[in-house]
């Protein structure tokens, strides 16, 4: 029996590699042949990616004369495009009137959603949910190709450790093995194994590499750091995302050993090809290509010819591809070979995603009731609310719906500000405020009373800058001290208050980094005149980044960081707060103490003078004037009940290369409600060849328990678990003692240790 089910096995995998070998040839067979009939320049035309505008353009330069390049074969693809109307239109140019009729792939910013939007990615992160995030990019997908677009700018893996970047919004946090676990979500929800479905889009990982360590936290900044770091706590989530199929890789804008990423030839052909094998195409990002001309590589048609040597394939906007190459090959600066690889690698993209079958593939009519329909709208609602996290509550929360609640602050009833950066296609017409979600779940059983009590922000020269796409920060007619008097009145004519507070959407997000990532002076002082009434506050906290909120977190009795939440923003953050919904979103990355701490990450080293918490802070590693931890430290997050951690029982005390250990935990939920609980497994290797971090996240598991009930949770530990890249870069596990940590945040855990043999 056994013996027939292993030939059962074998003849299907020997038909799915035959299969699979079969489809390829076809596929470079096509190609072979497209590529014989076509002309250098409309090879360099396909390494063309241009945006008409009507996005969010992110750069000084928007593409002219798209319609006569698109008919001459110049172009490769378009971003920005929005609307299965005008994708039709341009892609009908490409079929019609260019020479060879090759379609052109249409990408876009997908990156928290599409027309219905998700929770930032940062927020969306903090639910831990692996299966609600892959659902979010099925949507996205699913929103995306009903708007005739075929690949999402998405998804953005860049560790970040530094609050200050504006772009911390759009990964998953300060940690590589949740990050890796997400990275590998996304893709296979975008891509679904099938590319050539009329639901699927490619995805395209971004930014390679490692964008999110730039120096000082500011955007576009110079990057610097070990291969080491680099290996063990940087690229994972981007190698996960091509192990999980990404068909495409974004450059990014930093340096990488003082060459840019986008002309890197070891990061793009020694690391990416020939390490990861990643057989995809790489597109630079916005007018990359150009900026190695500020960076000093050289004049636009050699840093082209160098970007295009180093292994890049596709230029976004800046059409140095396009205005250099064939000059770089008649002076030999560049081979037809390197143009023909670029060109394949795109012309292969477009065929998997079955574009020369079907061109139109994804402009239905039919398509549009996929697009901000029911089930999407309730995905955001209920992403939005596992998205939330409870930083404080001292027995505040949830509501009561009875009673007079007051509902303060200018993130209280802002349309605007709900679906946070990046939301290229959302319509934030649509989107819910916080009070509209209140209202619609107290009805009349509670009194809400509203008062705007502050601008996001007074500083006009600064608000000017945030409000680039429209007016995210309102100055209403009403001074300050006006707008805090009536909040203060609605304050004390209340039972409890809720001030919605924080920061407006493009306060983060691409260049919008922060040097003081604190609460703006006028919501400070609105926060200071409510507590004068000494009514209890609920701070509900709009946010792209983790912020310095020391003052804050002493005033409040309760803060719930709702991030920016999506279409249903209100709604969901509604749920949370009047407990439909239990909160179980968790950190991921740290709210520092102070900006003076960053990078502040809880898998950082040990020091040879580590300061230990009441210990003798002379000589130690410490600061005079503040604690080393952060304000709230990574995989932290509340919830209205309680969840008592069991000792960790271990199935053995010795590990070896060909056997499991399972470390296991009771957890029972001994409050007052039912709930879920992110059960979270920290790995220390106690002693090793290089110092090694004082812990890492190397398993967790998100459960359900109701009030009264215990789990036992069991994490399988294998040899894989230990490896990393040692001083030789290579992936080893290495012989001794480890200490495998299991709780309910990154400094909150029991603790056991066993033995690894390697032999
Ligand atoms: C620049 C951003 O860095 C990138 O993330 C985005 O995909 C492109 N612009 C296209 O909009």
């Known amino acids: 029996m056994k013996k027939k089910y292993l030939l059962f096995l074998a003849v299907i ?11 390829t040839t076809k596929m470079n067979q096509f190609i072979d042949r497209l590529m014989q009939e076509m002309t250098l320049e409309e ?15 992110t750069g000084a330069v928007v593409s002219s004369d798209v319609e006569t390049k698109i008919k001459n074969g110049q172009v490769g693809g378009l971003f920005g495009v929005i609307g299965a109307d005008k994708v039709l239109q341009a892609q009908r140019i490409a079929i019609e009137n260019s020479r060879l009729h090759i379609p052109l792939i249409f990408g876009s910013d997908v990156i928290h959603g599409h027309k219905t939007t998700f929770p930032i990615p940062l927020g969306l992160a903090c639910s831990w949910d692996t299966i609600l995030i892959k659902q979010t990019a099925r949507a996205a997908a699913i929103e995306a190709t009903a708007d005739g677009l075929s690949w999402a700018f998405s998804p953005m893996v860049d560790i970040c450790r530094d609050p200050r970047w504006g772009r911390i919004a759009e990964g998953a946090g300060e940690d590589a093995f949740l990050g890796s676990a997400i990275a590998g979500v996304m893709v296979r929800g975008y891509q679904n194994n099938d590319l050539r479905k009329d639901n699927t889009v490619m995805a395209c990982v971004k930014h390679f590499a490692l964008y999110g360590a730039a120096e000082g936290g500011r955007d576009y900044n110079t990057v610097d750091m070990s291969k080491i770091r680099m290996y063990n706590d ?19 804008f930093n340096v990488i050993d003082d060459v840019p990423a986008t002309g890197n030839s070891w990061l793009l052909t020694n690391l990416l090809r020939k390490q990861w094998h990643f057989n995809g195409f790489v597109v630079s990002d916005y007018t990359s290509v150009n900026e190695m001309e500020a960076h000093g590589l050289g004049n636009l048609q050699e840093v082209s010819a160098l970007a295009l040597k180093a292994g890049l394939d596709m230029d976004m906007v800046g059409e140095g ?4 190459l064939k000059t770089s090959l008649q002076q030999k600066k560049i081979t037809l070979n390197d143009i023909n690889n670029a060109c394949r690698r795109i012309l292969q993209a477009k ?21 901000l329909s029911l089930e999407h709208l309730l995905l955001s609602r209920k992403a939005a609310a596992k998205s939330c996290v409870l930083l404080k509550n001292n027995n505040v929360l949830p509501l009561q719906r009875k009673g007079v609640i007051a509902l303060v602050g200018p993130l209280a009833d802002s349309k605007r500000n709900m679906l946070g950066t990046w939301s290229v296609a959302g319509d934030w017409h649509k989107s819910v405020t916080l009070k509209e979600g209140m209202e619609n779940i107290v009805g009349n059983s509670a009194r809400i009373i509203y008062a705007k009590g502050a601008n996001i922000s007074d500083d006009t020269a600064f608000n000017k800058r945030v409000n680039v796409f429209g007016e995210e920060i309102e100055m209403g007619p009403a001074s300050a001290e006006t707008m805090i008097h009536e909040a203060v009145a609605a304050a004390k004519n209340a039972d409890i208050v809720v001030a919605a507070l924080g920061e407006a959407a493009d306060m983060s997000g691409e260049s919008s980094s922060r040097a003081d990532i604190g609460l703006p002076e006028s919501q400070q ?12 506050i609920v701070i509900v906290l709009f946010n792209g980044r983790p912020m310095a909120l020391v003052k804050e977190n002493s005033m409040a009795s309760a803060i719930l960081d709702v991030w920016f939440g999506g279409t249903e923003a209100g709604n ?7 407990g439909n919904e239990n909160p179980s979103g968790k950190l991921t990355a740290s709210f520092p103490y102070s900006v003076g701490q960053i990078p502040v990450y809880y898998n950082h080293l040990n020091t040879g003078r580590p300061y230990v918490l009441g210990g003798p802070t002379k000589f130690k590693s410490d600061y005079l004037d503040i604690p080393n931890a952060p304000l709230f430290p990574f995989g932290y997050g509340l919830s209205y009940t309680k969840f008592q951690y069991s000792p960790i029982t271990l199935s053995d005390s010795v590990l070896d290369n060909n056997t499991t250990i399972y470390a296991s935990v009771t957890v029972t939920n001994t409050g007052n409600y039912d709930g879920e609980e992110v059960v979270q497994l920290y790995l220390r290797e106690e002693v090793a060849s290089i110092s090694r971090p004082v812990k890492m996240l190397k398993g967790f598991q998100k459960i359900y328990l109701k009030k009264g009930e215990s789990k036992t949770v069991r994490f399988p530990l294998q040899v894989d678990a230990l490896k990393f890249y040692n001083s030789d870069l290579a992936f080893v596990a290495e012989s001794g003692k480890y200490d495998v940590m299991i709780g309910t945040s990154s400094i909150d855990v029991q603790t056991a240790s066993f033995t690894y043999n390697n032999q």
């Open 13 to 23: 995998v020997f038909n799915h590699i035959t299969y699979a070998q079969t489809a």
């Open 321 to 324: 591809f396009l205005t250099t």
């Open 572 to 578: 969901g953050i509604a749920d949370v707060l009047f």
């Open 234 to 252: 940087y690229l994972p989530p981007y190698k996960a995302a091509i192990d999980a199929g990404a068909g495409s890789v974004m450059s990014s």
């Open 351 to 371: 065929y998997k995603l079955g574009l020369f079958d079907n061109p139109y593939r994804n402009v239905s009519p039919n398509r549009a009731k996929d697009i």
């Open 43 to 57: 090879k360099i035309g396909q390494l063309n990616l241009l945006t008409p505008g009507g996005g969010i353009p």
């Open 525 to 536: 002082k609105l926060l200071e005149a409510l507590v004068q009434t000494g009514k209890p």
